[in-house]
């Protein structure tokens, strides 16, 4: 089990940017593929953008393709989101989650195929 803190959410005007950072801890991070979620108001929970453990592979939702992009940084035990040319409709709780420890290649793009989560961190963007 890893445990998983966010940070770096906030208000932003519409057009603006944010990265997001997640920090993990109590696992060897790089077994874990990680991913990030958001779940908007009155909204599930849906697939961001998803990174392998090497951090070599990377997926998308297509809403936020071009836009976001998805890091890490096994050094550091932390995987990141940019978040660019924001939008109203980006206003959400992110979440970062983590799949492992695993071998396995396949990067999930499901909240059932994850096994930790952490708590969240708030983007909010004005028109």
């Known amino acids: 089990q890893v445990q998983l803190v966010e940070s770096g959410g906030g208000l932003v005007q519409a057009g603006g940017s944010l990265r997001l950072s997640c920090a993990a801890s109590g696992g060897t991070f790089s077994w874990y593929h990680m991913g990030w979620f958001r779940q908007a108001p009155g909204k599930e929970r849906e697939f961001v953008a998803g990174i392998s453990r090497s951090g070599g592979s990377t997926y998308y939702a297509d809403s936020v393709k071009g836009r976001f992009t998805i890091s890490r940084d096994n050094a550091k035990n932390t995987v990141y989101l940019q978040v660019n040319s924001l939008k109203p409709d980006d206003t959400a709780v992110y979440y970062c989650?983590?799949?492992?420890?695993?071998?396995?290649?396949?990067?999930?793009?499901?909240?059932?195929?994850?096994?930790?989560w952490g708590q969240g961190t708030q983007v909010t963007v004005s028109s």
């Open positions: 989650a983590a799949d492992g420890p695993t071998t396995g290649w396949i990067v999930p793009r499901t909240e059932g195929e994850y096994d930790d």
